[in-house]
């Protein structure tokens, strides 16, 4: 059962800098962009409930391993081979095996994915699936406004629930990533909740995080639970009735739209 038994099996990680396009309940057929090393897992966050497992290198500054990273040129000589053929995609998406606006590149790279969308993709959009760290850079939160969804993880209310389920690099701070989406003219929330040690569901940190969303007004939040395999089994998932229950009052308390997505809805 997902969340039971330290060491259980979780997803590999991606192999190249461009996968798929794989099928994603929200934004249909996804080209993936991996801006992170293929080798080992690279991020300025732990998370307990990733389903790549553990991350072995945590750090805030992912310049030291721009080596290990792909470049720019390869990544858009991948995605122009890809749009230029015949596979069908609805986006193309910035995520992979870590944080993505850590790569010193990112910005340069959006614009360049951009150009290359424009040029052969007109259609498609462009989405970046973010923890938010990478946004204390200027330049990475000016480079949002390119993006067609710009997608940057939220999963607490306050700094203590924070550093127990995302666990971040030493030098993260709560605050700092909280003034940053307060900078993003436009952006989403995604959150996971999760029950068990550590959980967000409390009412503390559900009155907390609500009123944190009322001050950053996200034009939505889209919530989830585990449902994959995670390396953590403490951690336990959320029932799609108390996530529907969540998203309601979301919408209720902080005026923001918010949808909860899980296994079967809509089917």
């Given at each position: 059962?997902?969340?039971e038994?330290?060491?259980?099996?979780?997803?590999?990680?991606?192999?190249?800098y461009?996968y798929?396009?794989?099928d994603?309940?929200?934004?249909?057929r996804?080209?993936?962009?991996?801006?992170?090393p293929c080798?080992?897992?690279l991020?300025s966050?732990?998370?307990?409930?990733?389903?790549?497992?553990?991350t072995?290198?945590?750090?805030?500054?992912?310049v030291?391993?721009?080596?290990d990273?792909?470049?720019?040129?390869?990544v858009?000589?991948?995605?122009?081979?890809?749009?230029?053929?015949?596979?069908?995609?609805d986006v193309?998406?910035?995520?992979?095996?870590g944080e993505p606006?850590k790569?010193?590149r990112?910005?340069?790279i959006?614009?360049?994915?951009?150009?290359?969308?424009?040029r052969?993709?007109?259609?498609?959009?462009?989405?970046?699936?973010?923890?938010?760290?990478g946004l204390?850079?200027?330049?990475?939160?000016?480079?949002?406004s390119?993006?067609?969804?710009?997608v940057?993880?939220?999963?607490a209310g306050t700094?203590?629930t924070?550093?127990a389920?995302n666990?971040?690099?030493?030098?993260?701070?709560?605050?700092?990533i909280?003034?940053?989406?307060?900078?993003?003219e436009?952006f989403?929330?995604?959150?996971v909740?999760?029950?068990?040690?550590?959980?967000?569901?409390?009412e503390?940190?559900l009155?907390?995080?609500?009123?944190?969303?009322a001050?950053?007004?996200?034009?939505?939040?889209?919530i989830?639970?585990?449902?994959?395999p995670?390396p953590?089994k403490g951690?336990?998932?959320?029932?799609?009735e108390?996530l529907?229950?969540?998203a309601?009052r979301?919408?209720a308390?902080a005026?923001?739209?918010a949808?909860a997505y899980?296994t079967?809805k809509g089917?």
């Amino acid at each position: 059962m997902v969340g039971e038994g330290k060491g259980e099996m979780v997803y590999p990680l991606k192999k190249c800098y461009l996968y798929g396009p794989i099928d994603s309940r929200r934004y249909g057929r996804s080209l993936g962009i991996n801006l992170s090393p293929c080798a080992y897992k690279l991020c300025s966050f732990n998370c307990v409930y990733c389903h790549y497992g553990r991350t072995e290198t945590v750090a805030a500054d992912h310049v030291p391993y721009e080596g290990d990273m792909p470049t720019m040129e390869e990544v858009l000589v991948a995605v122009e081979v890809t749009l230029r053929s015949p596979e069908e995609l609805d986006v193309i998406t910035f995520s992979g095996n870590g944080e993505p606006t850590k790569h010193p590149r990112f910005p340069e790279i959006v614009e360049g994915v951009v150009a290359l969308r424009d040029r052969f993709r007109p259609k498609a959009k462009v989405v970046l699936l973010s923890n938010a760290t990478g946004l204390v850079r200027e330049e990475v939160r000016r480079s949002l406004s390119k993006i067609d969804l710009p997608v940057l993880k939220l999963d607490a209310g306050t700094p203590k629930t924070f550093l127990a389920i995302n666990r971040p690099d030493s030098s993260v701070r709560f605050d700092d990533i909280v003034a940053a989406l307060s900078q993003v003219e436009r952006f989403y929330v995604q959150t996971v909740f999760i029950d068990g040690k550590p959980s967000n569901t409390t009412e503390e940190e559900l009155s907390a995080y609500i009123q944190l969303l009322a001050k950053l007004r996200p034009q939505e939040a889209h919530i989830y639970s585990i449902e994959r395999p995670v390396p953590d089994k403490g951690i336990a998932r959320v029932s799609p009735e108390r996530l529907e229950e969540i998203a309601a009052r979301i919408g209720a308390e902080a005026g923001v739209r918010a949808i909860a997505y899980y296994t079967g809805k809509g089917r």
